[in-house]
């Protein structure tokens, strides 16, 4: 494979190169035969209905799931589109990547009208009504979860949706009346919107545009809401409002995109200027100036290296330096941007834009001679049975290792099999001559290349790039293939890795009970035994479970031969714990729960079931202790075992603690410190805990005066450490005040303090200070403190100004003996009665030095002399 001809594809932006590759091309929605077959399907729902005409992106609202996830569209119904063969009612149609359908619903009637669709992190879709209320549907089937009924999110008479921005746990959206909702839990059936501070929009201003900076970026770890309104720019979060970049003078922003990263916003202003601002809006990184001063139908960031700008059939990228590079498109596009490039979808094709790897640049760029190029180069000439391949391989002998490593990784980035055997192959030949590079890494990229192939075949349409697979992993790949009824393939690829396949399994089980209503039981606990028995100690009790809550009731019976009748919980229970069979005894303790969620009765009769039971009991707070813990905490307060409780509320903040987030700022410090004051409510009850009742609610209280440090200071260095530690770090960051209100707060003795103030100053070599508190008052435990600090810190002048001021001589004796002043340690030492312990000591320091150790014996003896008389 010519270099020259790979190199051809690419496009020159600044230094770096970019490549537009078509994943899929055609798309099934734009072949007529397709379109023809699918309008005489009729009109139910299901894939066989999906595809109902051609699709056509200037008519649908679009949204499409981030690594390579399903698109889903609805027919805009603010359009006036001309209806063919498809009918007037509005669907809701569900693709792959590929384009091949996968479901069709029709769409809820007598809603208000859609505002946008976007998918959640879990790969739920949403749908984001006019009047603020969110729909959710559920994967692959489309039905509205948990019921038809939306969940408003805005407060009455605000007026309606004015824009959106979703990220992958919530929603952002601007209402009418210019006030921001946003709620960070649009997975959930109830979710919890909040309003942000008021973005103080004058009534004859306008909100241009909006983007949102996801919470993982921000310290306080909630969602930062930008909008452009007239020639400025504002922050708007919970806590207030900032104006930012007034002196950058940027005027009215028409467009606005946050990098992926979090660190830089791209601007498009209103004279045409596309800006690269980092996001303290301190200076302008990058500016140039655009042909049209339009706003853009569509901005997103290519990585993190470029921005691109899409008009009507024109797509801009645009880099740090150099001439942008222009892509025409005479169809609309939709941008996808994924974590290392774009994906660019059209009417007809699915193509994925992004920067060139080094290690593809090195072996396929225009003339090179990098070790990886003569080594793909070393290949060719050997399979042609040129006697230059080894020529080759004398060059780049001492650079073999690399070499091989960039064929290896430029095939891991590579869409084309054939290149990817190609590159592979040559990564295979340096292999022959290199015994000391790693082969577990050629498998390993060779075990990716094959699941990454098989879910980018056209018939699964994930178009998964290596760093999105990395970052999404094996195991979450395999949730979402089950989750899109690809079983068969889920399975190869858990058996290929070498991972559990029970989950796909028992999905694939239920999946066939809640297909299979019309199959006789017999029939099919065959089929399902068949798959069943595959995977070695899977458990029936959750298949079972399924079986039961889908009204298969006898099918339930045949898999597990216990009766889980309402009439007869004691006497399944107590049949379940005669088996010995834990599995048994957790499905019928999951089939009694359901029954008091379900009804919503008291679970005291529940737990008074099982608490008579030792082994019920015992596999119950098993469970709960990894899954459920309010149900065990309800447990235990309802069998009076309120120590218990406590302790279960002290981990559940420790698991706060250990949470990722809990090092960017606030948001799970309330809940730490709510957990601790509660396990402090409980442990007061009892008698036997007032140390641990003590504690808590010492810590509970040291949490949120840290939190207050850490706002305050923005600086999430305080939550976690020490009343101490606190104190200190106040000190060095110059905060006083603070550090007296944790004093006395927290009762800290004046002794410990002179330590404490007298360590941070000297930490920061702030000797004027440490001398003018040593001035203020007589330290109440002495002047050890300033001494034992400076001699720490190395600083023998300051350490000298003290070591007099001790009362003790024995401790002017040893300080002077750590700063290696025999003759002053002696003199201290000699004005203590029973020396000769200390003269040890003392010679022992100075052991190294000779001269001191003779002062420190014939002292010792003039003083024994004396002591005869």
């Given at each position: 494979?010519?270099?020259?001809?790979?190199?051809?594809?690419?496009?020159?932006?600044?230094?770096?190169?970019?490549?537009?590759?078509?994943?899929?091309?055609?798309?099934?929605?734009?072949?007529?035969?397709?379109?023809?077959?699918?309008?005489?399907?009729?009109?139910?729902?299901?894939?066989?209905?999906?595809?109902?005409?051609?699709?056509?992106?200037?008519?649908?609202?679009?949204?499409?799931?981030?690594?390579?996830?399903?698109?889903?569209?609805?027919?805009?119904?603010?359009?006036?589109?001309?209806?063919?063969?498809?009918?007037?009612?509005?669907?809701?149609?569900?693709?792959?990547?590929?384009?091949?359908?996968?479901?069709?619903?029709?769409?809820?009637?007598?809603?208000?009208?859609?505002?946008?669709?976007?998918?959640?992190?879990?790969?739920?879709?949403?749908?984001?009504?006019?009047?603020?209320?969110?729909?959710?549907?559920?994967?692959?089937?489309?039905?509205?979860?948990?019921?038809?009924?939306?969940?408003?999110?805005?407060?009455?008479?605000?007026?309606?949706?004015?824009?959106?921005?979703?990220?992958?746990?919530?929603?952002?959206?601007?209402?009418?009346?210019?006030?921001?909702?946003?709620?960070?839990?649009?997975?959930?059936?109830?979710?919890?919107?909040?309003?942000?501070?008021?973005?103080?929009?004058?009534?004859?201003?306008?909100?241009?545009?909006?983007?949102?900076?996801?919470?993982?970026?921000?310290?306080?770890?909630?969602?930062?809401?930008?909008?452009?309104?007239?020639?400025?720019?504002?922050?708007?979060?919970?806590?207030?409002?900032?104006?930012?970049?007034?002196?950058?003078?940027?005027?009215?922003?028409?467009?606005?995109?946050?990098?992926?990263n979090g660190k830089l916003l791209a601007a498009f202003a209103h004279d045409g200027r596309l800006l690269v601002?980092?996001?303290?809006?301190?200076?302008?990184?990058?500016?140039?100036?655009?042909?049209?001063?339009?706003?853009?139908?569509?901005?997103?960031?290519?990585?993190?290296?470029?921005?691109?700008?899409?008009?009507?059939?024109?797509?801009?990228?645009?880099?740090?330096?150099?001439?942008?590079?222009?892509?025409?498109?005479?169809?609309?596009?939709?941008?996808?941007?994924?974590?290392?490039?774009?994906?660019?979808?059209?009417?007809?094709?699915?193509?994925?834009?992004?920067?060139?790897?080094?290690?593809?640049?090195?072996?396929?760029?225009?003339?090179?001679?990098?070790?990886?190029?003569?080594?793909?180069?070393?290949?060719?000439?050997?399979?042609?049975?040129?006697?230059?391949?080894?020529?080759?391989?004398?060059?780049?002998?001492?650079?073999?290792?690399?070499?091989?490593?960039?064929?290896?990784?430029?095939?891991?980035?590579?869409?084309?099999?054939?290149?990817?055997?190609?590159?592979?192959?040559?990564?295979?030949?340096?292999?022959?001559?290199?015994?000391?590079?790693?082969?577990?890494?050629?498998?390993?990229?060779?075990?990716?290349?094959?699941?990454?192939?098989?879910?980018?075949?056209?018939?699964?349409?994930?178009?998964?790039?290596?760093?999105?697979?990395?970052?999404?992993?094996?195991?979450?790949?395999?949730?979402?293939?089950?989750?899109?009824?690809?079983?068969?393939?889920?399975?190869?690829?858990?058996?290929?890795?070498?991972?559990?396949?029970?989950?796909?399994?028992?999905?694939?089980?239920?999946?066939?009970?809640?297909?299979?209503?019309?199959?006789?039981?017999?029939?099919?606990?065959?089929?399902?035994?068949?798959?069943?028995?595959?995977?070695?100690?899977?458990?029936?009790?959750?298949?079972?479970?399924?079986?039961?809550?889908?009204?298969?009731?006898?099918?339930?019976?045949?898999?597990?031969?216990?009766?889980?009748?309402?009439?007869?919980?004691?006497?399944?229970?107590?049949?379940?714990?005669?088996?010995?069979?834990?599995?048994?005894?957790?499905?019928?303790?999951?089939?009694?729960?359901?029954?008091?969620?379900?009804?919503?009765?008291?679970?005291?009769?529940?737990?008074?079931?099982?608490?008579?039971?030792?082994?019920?009991?015992?596999?119950?707070?098993?469970?709960?202790?990894?899954?459920?813990?309010?149900?065990?905490?309800?447990?235990?307060?309802?069998?009076?075992?309120?120590?218990?409780?406590?302790?279960?509320?002290?981990?559940?903040?420790?698991?706060?603690?250990?949470?990722?987030?809990?090092?960017?700022?606030?948001?799970?410090?309330?809940?730490?410190?709510?957990?601790?004051?509660?396990?402090?409510?409980?442990?007061?009850?009892?008698?036997?805990?007032?140390?641990?009742?003590?504690?808590?609610?010492?810590?509970?209280?040291?949490l949120r005066s840290q939190h207050e440090l850490e706002v305050s200071t923005k600086q999430p260095i305080f939550?976690?450490?020490?009343?101490?530690?606190?104190?200190?770090?106040?000190?060095?960051?110059?905060?006083?005040?603070?550090?007296?209100?944790?004093?006395?707060?927290?009762?800290?003795?004046?002794?410990?303090?002179?330590?404490?103030?007298?360590?941070?100053?000297?930490?920061?070599?702030?000797?004027?200070?440490?001398?003018?508190?040593?001035?203020?008052?007589?330290?109440?435990?002495?002047?050890?403190?300033?001494?034992?600090?400076?001699?720490?810190?190395?600083?023998?002048?300051?350490?000298?100004?003290?070591?007099?001021?001790?009362?003790?001589?024995?401790?002017?004796?040893?300080?002077?003996?750590?700063?290696?002043?025999?003759?002053?340690?002696?003199?201290?030492?000699?004005?203590?009665?029973?020396?000769?312990?200390?003269?040890?000591?003392?010679?022992?320091?100075?052991?190294?030095?000779?001269?001191?150790?003779?002062?420190?014996?014939?002292?010792?003896?003039?003083?024994?002399?004396?002591?005869?008389?």
């Amino acid at each position: 494979m010519s270099s020259v001809s790979v190199a051809a594809e690419w496009d020159l932006l600044s230094d770096r190169f970019y490549r537009r590759i078509a994943v899929y091309s055609p798309l099934p929605w734009s072949s007529a035969a397709v379109a023809s077959s699918s309008s005489a399907s009729g009109s139910g729902g299901g894939s066989s209905g999906a595809v109902l005409g051609r699709l056509d992106l200037s008519t649908h609202i679009v949204a499409a799931a981030p690594f390579g996830g399903p698109i889903a569209a609805v027919r805009d119904d603010s359009k006036i589109v001309q209806l063919h063969s498809e009918p007037s009612r509005r669907r809701l149609l569900l693709f792959t990547s590929s384009g091949h359908p996968v479901a069709s619903s029709p769409w809820p009637p007598q809603l208000p009208r859609l505002h946008s669709l976007a998918f959640s992190s879990s790969l739920s879709l949403v749908a984001l009504l006019s009047d603020g209320s969110l729909l959710r549907f559920g994967l692959p089937d489309l039905k509205p979860n948990p019921s038809s009924s939306p969940a408003p999110l805005l407060p009455p008479a605000s007026g309606g949706v004015a824009d959106a921005a979703f990220w992958g746990g919530g929603v952002s959206v601007l209402t009418e009346d210019n006030r921001i909702v946003v709620t960070t839990d649009i997975d959930a059936a109830d979710p919890h919107p909040r309003e942000l501070a008021d973005p103080g929009v004058g009534p004859d201003e306008q909100v241009l545009c909006m983007a949102v900076v996801e919470p993982q970026f921000v310290m306080s770890g909630s969602p930062e809401v930008l909008l452009a309104v007239g020639d400025r720019v504002v922050s708007v979060d919970e806590d207030g409002v900032q104006i930012l970049g007034e002196e950058l003078e940027i005027g009215p922003v028409q467009k606005m995109a946050v990098s992926p990263n979090g660190k830089l916003l791209a601007a498009f202003a209103h004279d045409g200027r596309l800006l690269v601002i980092p996001m303290d809006f301190s200076k302008i990184i990058f500016e140039y100036e655009c042909d049209s001063a339009l706003p853009p139908d569509q901005i997103a960031w290519c990585g993190l290296d470029s921005v691109l700008l899409y008009w009507s059939e024109a797509l801009l990228m645009v880099g740090p330096n150099g001439d942008p590079v222009l892509y025409n498109y005479d169809e609309p596009i939709k941008l996808i941007p994924e974590c290392d490039g774009v994906r660019i979808l059209s009417n007809t094709s699915m193509e994925f834009l992004h920067r060139v790897p080094d290690s593809t640049t090195s072996i396929f760029g225009i003339g090179s001679m990098s070790p990886a190029a003569l080594l793909y180069d070393a290949r060719d000439h050997y399979d042609k049975q040129s006697a230059k391949a080894y020529d080759n391989y004398q060059l780049i002998s001492s650079s073999l290792p690399e070499a091989i490593e960039a064929c290896i990784d430029a095939a891991g980035n590579e869409f084309d099999v054939s290149r990817q055997h190609a590159l592979l192959r040559a990564a295979t030949y340096g292999l022959a001559f290199c015994s000391r590079f790693p082969h577990e890494r050629f498998q390993e990229m060779c075990k990716t290349l094959r699941v990454l192939n098989a879910v980018r075949d056209p018939q699964i349409g994930m178009p998964l790039t290596i760093r999105q697979y990395m970052d999404l992993t094996a195991p979450v790949l395999i949730g979402r293939l089950i989750n899109a009824n690809q079983h068969l393939l889920a399975l190869r690829i858990s058996e290929y890795l070498n991972l559990n396949p029970e989950v796909v399994i028992m999905h694939w089980a239920c999946e066939k009970i809640t297909a299979s209503a019309t199959i006789p039981d017999t029939l099919l606990l065959e089929g399902l035994l068949d798959k069943l028995r595959l995977c070695k100690g899977i458990s029936y009790a959750a298949v079972a479970a399924h079986a039961d809550n889908s009204g298969r009731r006898k099918l339930a019976a045949m898999l597990i031969p216990l009766l889980l009748s309402i009439d007869e919980q004691d006497k399944a229970l107590s049949k379940a714990i005669e088996s010995g069979d834990t599995d048994l005894v957790y499905l019928v303790l999951f089939h009694i729960w359901q029954k008091v969620a379900i009804e919503k009765s008291a679970p005291l009769d529940f737990f008074g079931v099982i608490n008579a039971r030792p082994l019920a009991r015992d596999l119950f707070m098993a469970y709960a202790r990894h899954s459920k813990h309010e149900a065990l905490k309800d447990f235990f307060l309802s069998t009076g075992r309120l120590q218990d409780a406590a302790f279960l509320l002290l981990k559940e903040s420790r698991e706060l603690e250990r949470n990722p987030m809990a090092s960017k700022g606030s948001p799970l410090h309330g809940p730490r410190a709510r957990l601790i004051e509660q396990a402090h409510r409980l442990f007061a009850e009892t008698k036997e805990h007032v140390f641990e009742s003590k504690a808590s609610e010492e810590h509970a209280k040291l949490l949120r005066s840290q939190h207050e440090l850490e706002v305050s200071t923005k600086q999430p260095i305080f939550v976690g450490s020490s009343v101490s530690d606190t104190i200190r770090t106040c000190i060095v960051m110059g905060n006083e005040r603070a550090a007296l209100k944790v004093k006395s707060e927290f009762k800290v003795p004046d002794k410990r303090w002179y330590w404490l103030k007298s360590y941070a100053l000297a930490t920061v070599g702030n000797w004027d200070a440490l001398e003018k508190f040593s001035k203020e008052k007589r330290p109440p435990g002495g002047y050890k403190p300033f001494v034992e600090a400076c001699i720490d810190a190395g600083q023998k002048t300051e350490a000298l100004k003290y070591i007099p001021k001790l009362a003790d001589p024995r401790e002017r004796s040893e300080a002077y003996a750590r700063l290696k002043m025999a003759k002053e340690a002696a003199e201290a030492a000699s004005q203590v009665k029973d020396s000769d312990e200390l003269f040890g000591r003392l010679k022992l320091t100075l052991a190294q030095n000779t001269a001191a150790a003779s002062i420190f014996d014939t002292l010792r003896d003039r003083l024994s002399f004396q002591g005869t008389y």
